[in-house]
């Protein structure tokens, strides 16, 4: 039963060669270059911010096995901050930035000590319970503008060199930033660390049998999740040139497991799938009005009954299986390769 499992976690997490993962991954990448000239840039803008908070959440969720309901937490707290320091304090874009996923670290070490020793639904309960108090802490100072959030954010300019009022600009440092974090996710995901947290989440017991502290790997994979989710709403605060409670709700906590769920929960390019397909739903419904969060939620449902592995999850599965079918073909006959004078 276990090689069937691990053969099952292999097939989800791989499925394709090297040479046509090199190839997609450049079709991919001319896409993104492209793709302001053919979509709205700020649509894009979003759902690769997006995408990198749900390749952040899915790190933890999907290659160490902690859910986590409080990522909002980080992605909001790091765009108040960006925000703060881009407006009231007049540092430049990037400066703001690091100042934001700063602070996600600092806050994924404080959260991660806490919960980190709970599992399953106390771990989540946890998170959750420590968002809601960033979230009042949000709604309460000062300097985070309550209700209005801070507005009027000025993008500014890049090393001092840089416009980045200019969209398409603002476009292609988005897609550095994103292309950059999902880099150091995937570096991770198959370094000797990532294979430490593959062996924590498919059996702990064993996993600290074998001598690994593994408190310690879920509090350095925890802090990086948090790291890059800090990262991600750093920059949606440039993007948008706001910081609001949106990011820091627990609706948001909620919204990137359902990104990730409907990607592929444990795949490297699925939460990014899921990311676009929840920003261009939003995108597209909004004409429907309250309705929308209805229609939304019809949709997710149909995708998880459909599509248990996600979307990417379920081609990787159904590609894998393809290619597994020819290799066990038999081999013809003797009788059918022998001449037929033989």
């Known amino acids: ?22 190839i997609l991954c450049g079709l991919l990448l001319a896409a993104a270059i492209a793709g302001p000239f053919v979509l709205y840039p700020v649509f894009l803008m979003k759902a690769l911010c997006f995408a990198l908070f749900a390749c952040a959440f899915n790190l933890l969720i999907g290659y160490v096995g902690l859910l986590s309901f409080g990522h909002a937490a980080f992605m909001g707290s790091a765009s108040y901050i960006t925000a703060h320091v881009v407006k009231v304090w007049g540092f430049e874009p990037l400066a703001g930035i690091l100042a934001g996923t700063a602070v996600a670290l600092l806050l994924g070490a404080v959260f991660g000590w806490l ?44 090393l001092g060199v840089i416009d980045l009022s200019d969209t398409f ?40 049998s074998l001598g690994y502290r593994t408190d310690r790997y879920k509090l350095l994979a925890f802090i990086l999740s948090a790291t890059l989710a800090g990262l991600a709403g750093s920059t949606k605060s440039l993007v948008f040139q706001l910081a609001s ?51 939304q939620g019809v949709i997710f449902v149909i995708c998880v009954l459909t599509f248990r592995r996600g979307v990417v999850g379920e081609i990787i599965y159904l590609a894998q299986r393809a290619s597994i079918g020819r290799s066990q073909a038999p081999p013809p006959s003797a009788a059918a390769q022998a001449a037929p004078g033989e």
């Open 1 to 22: 039963m276990s090689g069937m499992l691990s053969a099952g976690l292999r097939l989800r997490e791989t499925g394709l060669s090297p040479r046509w993962t090199l």
């Open 115 to 158: 919960a980190i020793r709970r599992q399953g639904i106390y771990f989540a309960m946890i998170t959750l319970a420590l968002a809601q108090m960033i979230f009042f802490v949000a709604l309460q100072v000062k300097f985070t503008g309550g209700e209005d959030g801070i507005q009027a954010v000025p993008r500014g300019r890049l």
């Open 245 to 295: 409670l949106t990011d820091v709700q627990w609706q948001m906590s909620g919204e990137v497991v359902l990104m990730t769920l409907i990607g592929g929960l444990g795949t490297v390019f699925g939460p990014v799938v899921g990311a676009f397909i929840d920003v261009t739903m939003e995108n597209y419904l909004a004409q429907y009005g309250s309705w929308v969060t209805v229609m």
């Open 169 to 208: 600009v603002m476009y292609y440092f988005v897609l550095v930033i994103f292309l950059i974090g999902y880099a150091a996710i995937y570096r991770t995901i198959h370094s000797p660390f990532g294979q430490v947290l593959k062996a924590i989440r498919e059996n702990e017991p064993r996993a600290i």
